[in-house]
């Protein structure tokens, strides 16, 4: 007796058998890949303007002053290319100056101070106008006047007030009863005279950054310990003050990296003087490179590089910071 053979049926929706590829997947899969490489061209695109402005004015500039600092420039080597190869002749001339002890210590005065006061100040103005009362907002941008003055108008400013014969201050001081005091040509007051100027150029950037902070800070956990008994004093030391640490920490830092490298401020004032008590790194730097007839590009560079590297000292070290915060 013969067994009747039976054919299996075709599947439904086109005799498609199961794991055979879709119509017209293929063609899908390589639009997809098309996309996605017109959409990584697109974004080179857009980062090719960026990344030329940080090799044009970046990295370029960063490896011709290393290079500066590494050979034995002259006026016609610089200009000719042909100077020879130091290594770190330049970084031994420099630590063996007599300025270089003095210098370092007038711009570790001159940051810390600054960035003291100017932190204090425009924190402590950033809490005033947090209360927006009114004029609150006129007030405010009276204060970004200095900080939106050039910095040879803000110069020139101080250097008219603070004039030992003509100078506003000493005239209010004379009104006291206390006598001139030369601020920007007497070794004992010439480091103070910038320094206290520079305080005033930078209290609005601290302000406008600081104020920006407690803004983000919700009100509702103010009222939260005002509830709970705390004075003012410790609603602001205790609530206010750590949930503003990271605005404050990146403040600081901004202002160390700016500080440090403040240059017309002390240039248009003192020149770093008189007798190199208000020089700075910044200024020993553009006096050696091009502040005398037989300029030193070598030491100037050196000096300029020990600048960087203290700046992204103190920038490795917020990062560090930041991230065993962001870890607890």
Do not use: C
Request: aromatic share 14%.
């Amino acid at each position: 007796m013969k067994h009747a053979t039976q054919t299996p049926a075709p599947p439904a929706g086109g005799g498609r058998r199961e794991g055979a590829p879709a119509p017209g997947a293929g063609s899908a899969r390589h639009g997809l890949v098309r996309r996605g490489r017109a959409g990584q061209w697109a974004a080179w695109a857009f980062l090719a303007p960026v990344v030329a402005y940080l090799l044009a004015f970046y990295v370029y500039p960063l490896y011709r002053n290393i290079d500066l600092s590494l050979r034995n420039y002259t006026v016609r080597s610089f200009v000719q290319g042909d100077a020879p190869f130091t290594g770190f002749a330049n970084y031994a001339k420099v630590f063996a100056d007599a300025t270089f002890g003095p210098a370092l210590w007038h711009t570790v005065v001159f940051t810390v101070v600054s960035l003291a006061f100017q932190f204090t100040i425009g924190l402590a103005l950033a809490v005033f106008f947090s209360r927006n009362f009114r004029l609150s907002a006129t007030l405010r941008a009276l204060f970004l006047v200095p900080w939106l003055l050039p910095l040879i108008v803000s110069s020139s400013t101080w250097s008219w007030m603070l004039n030992s014969e003509s100078g506003v201050v000493n005239a209010v001081l004379g009104v006291v009863g206390i006598g001139p005091v030369n601020w920007l040509t007497s070794p004992d007051w010439s480091l103070w005279s910038v320094t206290i100027a520079n305080i005033w150029i930078g209290i609005p950037f601290n302000l406008v950054v600081l104020y920006s902070g407690l803004q983000a800070i919700p009100s509702h956990i103010h009222e939260a310990a005002a509830l709970d008994g705390a004075s003012g004093w410790q609603r602001f030391w205790k609530v206010t003050f750590p949930l503003l640490r990271p605005v404050s920490a990146i403040t600081l830092l901004l202002g160390l990296v700016y500080t440090l490298k403040v240059f017309d401020i002390i240039w248009i004032m003192t020149k770093g003087g008189p007798s190199d008590a208000s020089t700075t790194l910044a200024t020993w730097s553009y006096r050696l490179g091009f502040g005398n007839l037989l300029p030193s590009f070598g030491p100037g560079a050196a000096v300029g590089n020990l600048l960087i590297v203290i700046a992204l000292v103190f920038g490795l070290v917020y990062i560090r910071t930041q991230r065993r915060q962001g870890a607890a």
